[in-house]
Every structure is written in C-alpha cells, then in structure tokens.
C-alpha cells in the first residue's frame, strides 16, 4: 500500500485518465493469507470500521466473532459467528467460557464499558485492541505532538449522557477508557487513536461532502488557504492496521492518521476532483472572512480546520510511531472514488441531505459576498 506523498495522490491522475485503480483492500483471493490464523473477537463489527475489519480479518483466513447487540445490520455477515449482548446494561453473558487470542473494541466511548468487557473476559484474551480518537488530547496549538502528548481529563468521569454536549466529554472519556484498557491488560492493549476516519460506510458526510459536492460541479467554495494542512485516513486501512495489529501482536498507542506526509487542502481537493468529469472551479476564500460569516470549520467546511492559535497543530500529529509498525494508506484516487460510489449508491433523499458541509444556498452567498468584498 502505497504511504509515500507521490503514490498517495499520483493514483488520482491514473484514476482521472480512466486507468484502473485497484482498491487496495482487494477480495479474498487477492489478499495473502496471515502466517497464522486466530481467533478474533469484535465487539460491534457492523457500524463502519467493522464490517470492513471482518472482511479484512475473514480474508487473512481468521476466525472472527462479532458481539453486539444484533440491532444495525443484523442480517450482515451470516457466515460469522454472532454473540448478541447490552454493553449499556452490562450483559456480556454471551461472552461466558469462551476464549479468543483479541479482541477489538470499537464502539466504546464510556470507561465503563471497558472495565465491564475486561471484567468478563478475564483471562480468556491475550490482547486488547482498543479503537480510540486524537480526540484524546488536551490541545490541539503544537504541530507534530506525538503520543506522549497531555491527555484531555474531566471533573466528571463518571458521566454518561454525554449526547448533547459530546464535545465536551468525547475525548475525555475516550482518554479514560484507554487507561481502563491498560489497566486491565497492562503489556497486553493497543491503543490506536485515528483523525478524520473516512470512505465508504461513513454516514457522518464529513468527507463525502467534497466528492459530492465538487461532482456537482460549478463554482466551489474552498476554505482558507491551499497550502493548509489537513489529516484523515480511510476506514479501509484503520481496519487492516487493526487487525495486523493483532496478528503481530502489536502493542502501545499509536496516532493513525495520514497520509505519511503533509496532505494540504489544494492537494485534497484536487485529488478528489480528479476521479471525476466536472467543471467545478475552486474559489479560496480566507479563514477570517467565513469567520466573520459564520462559516464553521470542521462542521461546515468539513476536514479543514485553520491553522493557527489553538488549532496550529490539529492537522498536524506525528504518525512515525504506527508508520514503523506498518500503518499504510491507499491512493487518495480510491477513497475518493468508492466514497463518491458510496454516495451515489444512497436514496436519493439521503443524498439531498448531507449531515456535513454548507447548504447550497449559504455556500451561494457567501461567495457572492466574498466577491463584492474583492472588488
């Protein structure tokens, strides 16, 4: 898989041209087969990063559960065996006698639900993979912060309606459901913290904003300036890195981000725009401007997030850790292109609603506000 600066973005001219790009997550007789097959158990398994580990896992010719409480997807993965419990209530019942070589927490955001399943799987499992965020981290204002980074922390840790302000509890909680992961499997927990997860499956639009939007075509807003960074990394290979993870016994924490180098947001958008037939024309308009109009990063203007002040560093953690343990990217030409795929595939209802991004009609007027200004 290609991780270098070059690879990562050059597949989007051969995508462009109409060459074929392969995906690299391939089928499963194209993907080799581990040294060793495990057991490998999955709690959730059917939201996003799952089903594309499952496929992952079952194509390196593993054996792979999935726990969950049987409600999204139920009807995915037939061929694999189902363990049904309530992580909210603490029913892990199902789980009782058996043993696996890992185990890859997804879903969880609660410390609770990590004590819980460790409690329940005492001695039954060798290692812990625990799906964590850069969430995690009590600031965002140094570039290339690594691992070892001050945590995020709350007077509340015990606190579990978090829905309505999960900004404000999401990393903190996450940070203390890591430690309950080391806790119980002290030498034994892999703790990944991703960015931006993106590609196909991802319902939150907070990339497939882009290809959709620039697939539509005509003139473009895009934030800020060319040259600002920007981090995220496809599902596809969070999911493999994960299950590596557990064939090589790979242990610590680990920042999974991406590319290997600096991506800016001209390159993004660029990228993407080069798996498809459009007229879009990009129109930057400057981080201060669309502050004064309201235009939020992140939410708004998806991926981007200026850098400066507090946010000099969002976009730009330090990866070299998970990269010397074998964390790799596909070409940006396929995320972009099976995301737009994904999208398409959608009703058309839910594609005329995109849970990210600016709406026609805001996006209309602050360009043409921005124009005036220029003149």
Not at 86 to 100: F, I, T
Not at 217 to 239: F, H, K, M, N, S
Not at 311 to 316: C, I, L
Request: charged share 25%; glycine share 10%.
């Amino acid at each position: 898989m290609p991780t270098s600066r070059r690879a990562f973005l050059g597949a989007s001219a051969a995508a462009a041209l109409g060459l074929n790009v392969q995906c690299v997550t391939g089928s499963a007789s194209t993907t080799p087969k581990a040294a060793k097959s495990m057991r490998i158990l999955i709690l959730g398994g059917t939201g996003f990063i799952g089903p594309h580990q499952v496929r992952y896992a079952l194509a390196r010719g593993h054996q792979v559960t999935l726990f969950n409480r049987g409600k999204t997807s139920p009807g995915l993965f037939p061929e694999v065996e189902q363990l049904h419990g309530d992580r909210a209530v603490g029913d892990y019942r199902s789980l009782g006698g058996r043993e696996w070589d890992a185990v890859i927490d997804n879903p969880t955001t609660l410390p609770r639900w990590v004590s819980q399943a460790a409690e329940a799987l005492a001695g039954r499992v060798r290692q812990y993979v625990f799906i964590s965020t850069i969430s995690v981290y009590a600031k965002n204002d140094a570039p290339n912060a690594d691992e070892t980074a001050e945590l995020a922390v709350t007077d509340e840790p015990q606190r579990e309606d978090i829905a309505k302000e999960i900004g404000k509890y999401y990393g903190p909680l996450k940070a203390l459901s890591e430690g309950e992961a080391q806790k119980a499997f002290p030498g034994r927990a892999t703790i990944l913290r991703p960015g931006l997860i993106v590609g196909p499956g991802d319902l939150s639009d907070r990339f497939t904003y882009w290809p959709a939007r620039l697939a539509k075509g005509g003139e473009v807003l895009a934030p800020g300036d060319p040259t600002d960074p920007v981090q995220l990394i496809d599902a596809r290979d969070l999911a493999e890195f994960s299950i590596r993870a557990c064939e090589n016994e790979i242990t610590g924490v680990y920042n999974c981000t991406g590319p290997q180098s600096t991506l800016t947001m001209s390159e993004l958008l660029g990228g993407v725009r080069a798996v498809m037939s459009t007229d879009a024309a990009l129109t930057w308009v400057g981080a201060n401007f669309l502050e004064e109009r309201g235009a939020r990063p992140w939410v708004d203007l998806p991926v981007w997030v200026p850098p400066r002040g507090r946010s000099a560093g969002f976009a730009r953690r330090d990866i070299r850790r998970a990269l010397t343990k074998g964390l790799s990217f596909r070409p940006l030409a396929v995320t972009a292109k099976d995301t737009l795929d994904f999208y398409r595939s959608q009703p058309e209802e839910r594609q005329s609603k995109l849970r990210a991004g600016l709406a026609p009609e805001a996006e209309k007027n602050i360009l043409a506000a921005w124009h005036a200004r220029q003149k």
